[in-house]
DNA sequence: TAAACTACTTAACACTGTTAAGTAGTTTTG
DNA sequence: CAAAACTACTTAACAGTGTTAAGTAGTTTA
């Protein structure tokens, strides 16, 4: 379990950063604390303090790190010509995303801790990651409009809402939410089933926009 | 702080609800520790768990009462005839009921704790709270199509989709996401009137499927 | 009167995040 | 070259968490 002491002063801090991803994708946020991350380097828990403030900054790293993985897979979006199926990807993917991410997932969306950390730094409080995901959805929108769609209806409103209504999915997922309602759906599907169906009904209605 | 004890034999169960209820919606659920209720009535620690099984045991209580709440907010709704009129009165009234409890809003729809204790529970292990919402929900959106709305679309798939866009709004204002990119409103309005206009987006797309 | 039961408490376990103070080992400086 | 300063880390502790085993008054039953 425990890994041998770095040698040759490697960047001690993306060390703590990498432990800490393995656990807290291995077991879980409740179960990564700063003293099983400590055994996991074979350091003092207090040297993590030396290089990460308080715990909401390592769980602002983590949360860093989910969105490099995010915008990664939302690059290849860019090249769709046509924005309404860019649009559509775009949902497709978050909801892929977070269904193969769970535990990032929280940390980027559900979790108020690494806004704290944010807001804990004077300089610098503003939440870059998730404007830049939302700009992007944004201007996608204001495309589709330009092609007939979401017509005299207030772009911002209509970006927070499909953002909105593809969280609200995945996050009742994430929480065991839909779950437990199972017994409303007649024939029991697969949770990534019912919530592609739920989808599939924002699209549908999108499309009716026209 | 700390209230005199109760004599008489009161239930002491509904005694540390009480106290528990007062803690959680004035200072939160993190803050609402078991050393914390038992201080409030005067009692032991211990004592706790000879009328609640864990900390999840009352955070299910607690799950209850805001279900309650929101069950007697909900109820005069029946009454309106035309049903999407009390579709929309009933996204209006969620939306409402979690402006004004947040806390309350959190352990209902948010927490994986509640449910923890349910399956905790050998027998009735069903999330009967949140069915109930559901069905309501359901047969309303069912009694729409009957009017002409989300023609040919699966009416659980509309359900979960219209629970889902409201709680996505909802949750995303609970946890501060919505309030961290306010830089991508022109006009930074309050975020009632943000919420609200994305709603209106949910009911807007709902309208133009008749 | 003695046993049993009720309602509660004390003390402890095994954790948590976090900080003050201290300590080797290296580097810089007079 | 020795003394001061700095680096990188550790030990010990604080104040808190949920939770459980064991014990103790006071009442009730036998």
């Given at each position: 379990m425990i890994v041998k002491k770095i040698k040759h002063k490697e960047d001690l801090r993306s060390v703590i950063l990498e432990a800490a991803k393995k656990l807290f994708v291995q077991e879980g946020y409740e179960a990564t604390s700063i003293r099983k991350i400590a055994k996991e380097i074979g350091f003092?828990?207090?040297?993590i303090y030396l290089y990460y403030k308080d715990k909401n900054d390592i769980v602002y790293a983590l949360h860093q790190v989910g969105f490099g993985i995010l915008k990664e897979r939302f690059f290849?979006?860019?090249?769709?010509?046509?924005p309404f199926e860019r649009l559509k990807a775009l949902g497709k993917l978050y909801i892929q995303f977070a269904f193969a991410n769970p535990e990032y997932y929280q940390v980027m969306f559900m979790m108020k801790e690494p806004l704290s950390f944010l807001n804990s730094q004077?300089?610098?409080?503003?939440?870059i990651e998730g404007e830049l995901v939302i700009e992007f959805l944004k201007n996608t929108v204001i495309e589709c409009q330009t092609k007939g769609?979401?017509?005299?209806?207030d772009p911002v409103a209509v970006t927070i809402h499909a953002w909105a209504a593809v969280h609200g999915l995945v996050s009742l997922h994430v929480t065991q939410h839909l779950d437990c309602i199972k017994?409303?759906?007649?024939?029991?599907?697969?949770m990534e089933e019912i919530v592609y169906n739920s989808f599939q009904v924002l699209v549908d209605l999108m499309n009716s926009s026209k």
């Open positions: 003092s828990p207090t040297t290849p979006l860019m090249a769709v010509e046509n004077k300089e610098n409080n503003e939440w769609y979401f017509k005299e209806m017994d409303v759906f007649e024939n029991i599907d697969t």
